[in-house]
């Protein structure tokens, strides 16, 4: 079927799937129902499926009122999640495999980590933190690659209470020290080198250039991956390796309350630098665990693979803490999809016999782009459920996904989702719903979606409507703060739109009540399912000595969804050339990262801006777009003669 015929067509699941799987259509009906009807009795007892040291009576005390934002879930109750994802598991399951790791050279051997190995790792780790002097409530910044130490040392903290804060490994020294200073972290854990994709990242040397810009009682552990020399300051860098040797076998895990912080994670927003999402214990693994078992339709013995990132929220809930609680089999990729070679996805799928798939729509559309023949030599009749998170998918990447990759069997689990939400919010559920190409269909349990008039903020009944997408009532996993900053965490997300949870995206409910995504409404851009705030790379661009002003928008780009547009404003005094675009992008990389890289630059003698000195980005897009017909209205700009210069002078775009 051809991707334009194929949007308007639904999938259901074959009726084997549909009849096995836990959740079926009457099922949902009936769940979703009272999720909504009945928040306290439904949550009281899904809050169930974790065990709590001290059990809760209160489930839901949550208010969404303005300058009063306060979210509290099962707030009297006491667990431990190192517990929940671990030890409650050893009796019945501390033979099976956790974690299947495969590292980024398909020559060196994977690892299969059992439970009762978790355990002892995970209790070693735990310790040495300890020994390092972390306690409950510390913060510990985690820059580290995909390796199993990443996922001890999450569990590690959430075994003595301290509150961890992931960097990706591919974020720069700068956006790493911000990201220490910002939690004021007492211990950053890093690699000594990372390979990915048959390269080297030299994590500690990066972790090195950051620690001259925070406090000095930061310390330094170190975990060898590859064993490559590194710099060493004795009394701050700490060797992970030579520490965990002395480590005792258990750590007794600390009684949590529900709503102390398990982690913060920053991401980026419209205005300003990246902030702190903060997520709490008890709601987030209830969710996160219920949301993995029943959205992958998860059965044990199942082998799960997310192949996000830990760095990223989705590798937080979908490779660690979900499917960990659910005692499942969660394998963890330290490569790339396209090393050696484009079929690594699917070979790692056969070599694992994977039964769900779960990735973002950008690595598909590479790979679709390299052939057929890389998934055809594969054997991928293990897997069952494939899942897309990050972005919306266009139909051509779920054709192929759907039909070459699923052989046509695989229901597509099209997860909406955010970091503030902590686990997904809309999707289909495999054995309930036919699925439409690109929809990410209804709501989870106790999800409660609103279209809005973007100008009047009312909601908008009935179906065949589009607006923006609101969220009516808290659910276990909502974010709970912004970490420091309450007040930006009301004014973010609860400000444009009273007493809703605005999510920053816009949305069409179609005839049928289904939903679908349309993107981000504000200057977030979405680069290969990374959110990337235009503000920051702006404000990247504008430190460089040369630079007066720039304005940064998205623009189409096949691969990864949206690419990074940037209009320059050079000082008086520079030229413009080819030498300073190429500075500027390894400036914007050095400041932020490799995913913040520009893909066009184009040089802007001034920008198109109001009397009140207002950017129009609105008229940068559409230029970005190519699209010079329908400008829309450009009276009130304080100098028109500008967008006519910018649309001339388009071809210096590179
Ligand atoms: C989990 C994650 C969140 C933003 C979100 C939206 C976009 C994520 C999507 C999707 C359409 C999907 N997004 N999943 N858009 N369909 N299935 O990606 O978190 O990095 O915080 O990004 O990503 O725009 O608002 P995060």
Redesign the pocket.
Known sequence: MSPDTVVNHTFPPSSELAENAHITAARYDEMYASSISDPDGFWREHGQRVDWIKPFTTVKNTSFAPGNVDIKWFEDGTLNVSANCIDRHLAERGGQTAIIWEPDSPDEPAQHITYAELHRRVCRFANVLEELGVRKGDRVVIYLPMIPEAAYAMLACARIGAIHSIVFAGFSPDALAARINGCDAKVVITADTAPRGGRKTALKSNADAALLHTKDTVKCLVVKRTGDQTTWINGRDFDYNEMVLEADDYCKPAEMNAEDPLFILY?SGSTGQPKGVVHTTGGYIVYASMTHEYTFDYKDGDIFWCTADVG???GHSYIVYGPLANGATTLMFEGVPTYPDASRFWQVCEKHKVNQFYTAPTALRALMGQGNEYVEKCDLSSLRILG??????NPEAWTWYNDVVGGGRCPIV????????GGHM??PLPGAHATKPGA?MKPFFGVHPVVLDPQSGEEITGNDVEGVLAIKDSWPSQMRTVWGDHERFEKTYFADYKNYYF???GCRRDADGDYW?T??VDD?I?VS???MGTAEVESALVAHAAVAEAAVVGYPHDIKGQGIYCYVTLMNDQEPSDELKKELRTWVRTEIGPIASPDLIQWAPGLPKTRSGKIMRRILRKIAENDYGSLGDTSTLADPSVVDDLIDNRMNRS
Do not use: F, L, S, Y
Request: aromatic share 10%; proline share 3%; glycine share 12%.
């Open positions: 991401t990223w929220v989705t897309t998170v990050g972005e919306p998918i099209d997860t909406w989702w955010q970091t503030e939400t809309m999707t990410a999510a920053g995206d995504i993107g981000r977030v979405n399912g990374h959110r």
